[in-house]
């Protein structure tokens, strides 16, 4: 199923939407992918905002598990409609319960100062063996419904460690056909794939640890800086600043081949331990 299938929603009413299941016989994952609502609550803002507003931001919070098999229902809140900004608030719901909520921020386009962090350093993606041949995190029943896109983890010891930090990866991927010159579709499609590796910046220095963790997104901050596509090679340079009771933050930059900063991430997850697990002693 390509991308554009996978965010597609159906209109049911005023500020109403539903969006299809990914693969309902294919059994793939238990629990929807939070990406996959995360991307659909987007696409169905920006269905209800006139195209002069561009997406700059969105806040979500993944409230409960989401049944993979079902379809998500999307109620969007008009918040604001401003001059240069407006607002929308939207609730996933599937089974009666709303399972994610978020909200987006739009503005129209505007100039003023500018600046930005330079590109960390990195090893080019073509150098770098693709995610299913260099990592064992996903089987690969589970991770065949990103099959279209091309991710590539940039090995440990290739890594240019920067001191403080406590944990890092970096992480390049692409959609591997040409998508459509719409930059909706393009944000969208990222904000789809940016749940897929980030929480895993958290676990890096914990490779016996991680066999052992109940891990979930729990909230998902992006912001978007500049335009970009994401049929060409982006870098998610990712780390994790923190990790205990149970959560770990994490937080990614995103930059284009050229060293543009195209988008900015945070997100709270889930790391706790499974029940009956006892931790090795430090």
């Known amino acids: 199923m390509s991308i554009e299938e996978i ?24 629990r929807t992918f939070g990406g996959h609502v995360a991307g659909q609550s987007l ?8 195209p002069k507003y561009q997406v700059h931001s969105l806040h979500g919070y ?16 008009r918040i604001r409609d401003g001059g240069s900004f407006c607002t929308r608030r939207v609730s996933a719901i599937q089974h009666g319960e709303t399972i994610f909520s978020m909200s987006a921020s739009f503005q129209t386009d505007q100039s003023g100062i500018e600046h930005q962090d330079a590109m960390p350093e990195a090893p080019p993606p073509d150098d770098i063996p693709d995610f299913k041949s260099a ?28 001191p403080g930090k406590a944990s890092q990866q970096q992480v390049w ?9 719409d930059p909706v579709l393009h944000i969208c499609a990222l904000a789809y794939l940016s749940d897929l590796t980030l929480l ?9 640890e991680r066999k052992h963790l109940m891990v979930a997104s729990l909230d998902h901050a992006m912001w978007f800086m500049r335009q970009f596509r994401a049929d060409e090679w982006l870098l998610y340079d990712q780390s994790s600043p923190s990790a205990c009771g149970g959560r770990s933050l994490t937080e990614g ?25 006892t931790p090795p002693a430090t």
């Open 7 to 30: 965010l597609d929603l159906e209109q049911i009413e005023v500020n109403i939407y539903r969006g299809g299941v990914f693969s309902p016989e294919s059994g793939f994952l238990q």
């Open 43 to 50: 696409v169905s803002a920006v269905r209800t905002v006139d």
């Open 62 to 77: 993944f409230l409960k598990g989401g049944d993979a098999r079902s379809p998500t229902v999307y109620s969007v809140e």
């Open 135 to 162: 990592s064992r995190v996903f089987d690969d029943a589970s991770f065949r419904q990103f099959d279209e896109w091309d991710v590539r983890i940039v090995p440990r010891d290739q890594m240019n460690f920067l």
């Open 173 to 181: 991927f692409r959609h591997r056909d040409p998508l459509p010159d």
């Open 200 to 208: 895993g910046s958290a676990q890096v220095n914990h490779p016996e």
């Open 253 to 277: 930059k995103l930059y284009n081949r050229y060293g543009e900063m195209v988008a900015s991430v945070m997100q709270e997850g889930l790391t706790r331990y499974v029940r009956d697990f």
